[in-house]
C-alpha cells in the first residue's frame, strides 16, 4: 500500500519566509533579481526631490559665482573710458571739461542722459560717461 502524501506551500513564496528570492544571472554577468524595478516610498521620492534641488541650486549658484568672476576681470565697457569721480568734482566741472568749447549746462544734460543720471547729484568714487569722449 501507498501512502500519499500532501505537500503544501510555505508562506513566502519557494523561497520560504525571511530568505532572499533566487537569484538569475543576468546579462554580461549582472545578477537579476525577479520581480519589478526599484519603487520608493513616499518619503524616499521625498529626499530624491529635496537633493534634486539642492544639487540645481548648487550648480546656479557655482555659474552665478563664475559669471561674477569673469564680469570682475573686465576693464569696463567697451568705448569711451569713463571719468572716475573723485571728492570735491562736480557735474558741471567734468561737462566743462568734457565739452570745452560748448554750453556746459547742454554737456550736463547730456551726461545726465548718457549716465542715466535721474538727479545731479553724484558721488566720489561713481564713474561716469561723457557722451563726447574722456574728460581732460
Known amino acids: ?7 503544501t506551500r510555505r508562506p513566502g513564496g519557494p523561497a520560504g519566509p525571511g530568505r532572499a528570492p533566487a537569484r538569475r544571472p543576468g546579462p554580461a554577468g549582472g545578477v537579476r533579481y525577479p520581480g519589478t524595478p526599484l519603487r520608493l ?16 541650486l548648487g550648480l546656479l549658484w557655482i555659474a552665478s559665482r563664475v559669471d561674477a568672476a569673469s564680469a570682475a576681470g573686465q576693464e569696463g565697457r567697451e568705448g569711451p573710458p569713463g571719468v572716475v569721480v573723485h ?23 547730456r551726461i545726465m542722459i548718457v549716465n542715466g543720471l535721474s538727479a545731479s547729484v ?6 561716469l560717461y561723457p557722451p563726447d569722449g574722456p574728460a581732460g
Do not use: C, F, Y
Not at 500500500?1 to 505537500?7: E, G
Not at 568734482?89 to 550736463?108: F, K, N
Not at 553724484?122 to 564713474?127: M, N, T
Open 41 to 56: 516610498t513616499r518619503r524616499g521620492r521625498i529626499v530624491v526631490l529635496v537633493l534634486l534641488v539642492l544639487a540645481t
Open 122 to 127: 553724484i558721488r566720489s568714487g561713481d564713474r
Open 1 to 7: 500500500m501507498m501512502k500519499a502524501t500532501a505537500r
Open 87 to 109: 571728492p570735491g568734482d562736480t557735474l558741471r566741472g567734468i561737462a566743462g571739461a568734457a565739452a570745452p568749447e560748448g554750453d556746459p549746462a547742454a554737456a550736463v544734460d
